[in-house]
T-cell receptor
Framework: DAKTTQPPSMDCAEGRAANLPCNHS???????VYWYRQIHSQGPQYIIH???NNETNEMASLIITEDRKSSTLILPHATLRDTAVYYC?????????????FGTGTRLQVTL | SQTIHQWPATLVQPVGSPLSLECTVE??????LYWYRQAAGRGLQLLFY??????ISSEVPQNLSASRPQDRQFILSSKKLLLSDSGFYLC????????????FGSGTRLTVV
């Protein structure tokens, strides 16, 4: 699976949009971009995933560049509860056991 | 709906004692199952994964072993715990096929003393 690069930490004011970047310059054509987050002392939580097109769900939006070498997770109105470590992961969608390899992620701190 | 159960939530064990952590999944069949460990202040490390009963793949050589005696049961074990085995252990499952992501359990915080 392709390697991803994320900033180690970011701050965001409550109510503002949080934009979390991820670089995955070696991504291949059949690899998807996944985002998870881990709130302190809990298991990671799935947020969103995409291949080429931008995606949106009730939690967030995922913007993938046209060349697919980077993406941005957008939390449109961050709240204190969104404080967590956010992981960007690239993996192949094929195969019966597509393992998720977690990097160190971005620690997002939402402040008042 | 599918649910994943992991227990116990916390565990304090002496060095040299055995370990058994259990994880079960409900509401699905033929899941892929995974054990991850997270040391304090570190990222998640994949330890084992399984695509079926009795099929275990190890990612990292260590003092631990895993077994899958039933389709929806995944067990993490050790015969003799080391101090370095302390950490946050997470079980996860994903569908056998398809593009859906992982669902994680609530984790077990193990402290070896």
């Amino acid at each position: 699976d392709a390697k991803t690069t994320q900033p180690p930490s970011m701050d965001c004011a409550e109510g503002r949009a949080a934009n979390l970047p991820c670089n995955h310059s070696t991504i291949s054509g059949n690899e998807y971009v996944y985002w998870y987050r881990q709130i302190h002392s809990q298991g990671p939580q799935y947020i969103i995933h995409g291949l080429k097109n931008n995606e949106t769900n009730e939690m967030a939006s995922l913007i993938i560049t046209e060349d697919r070498k980077s993406s941005t997770l957008i939390l449109p109105h961050a709240t204190l509860r969104d404080t967590a470590v956010y992981y960007c992961i690239v993996r192949s969608g094929t195969g019966t056991a597509s393992k998720l390899t977690f990097g160190t992620g971005t620690r997002l701190q939402v402040t008042l | 709906s599918q649910t994943i159960h992991q227990w116990p939530a916390t565990l304090v064990q002496p060095v040299g004692s055995p370990l058994s952590l259990e994880c079960t999944v409900e509401g699905t069949s033929n899941p892929n199952l995974y054990w991850y460990r997270q040391a304090a202040g570190r990222g998640l490390q994949l330890l084992f994964y399984s695509v079926g009963i009795g099929q275990i793949s190890s990612e990292v050589p260590q003092n631990l072993s895993a077994s899958r005696p039933q389709d929806r049961q995944f067990i993490l074990s050790s015969k003799k715990l080391l101090l370095s085995d302390s950490g946050f252990y997470l079980c996860a499952w994903s569908p056998g096929q398809g593009l859906l992501g992982y669902t994680f359990g609530s984790g077990t915080r193990l402290t070896v003393v």
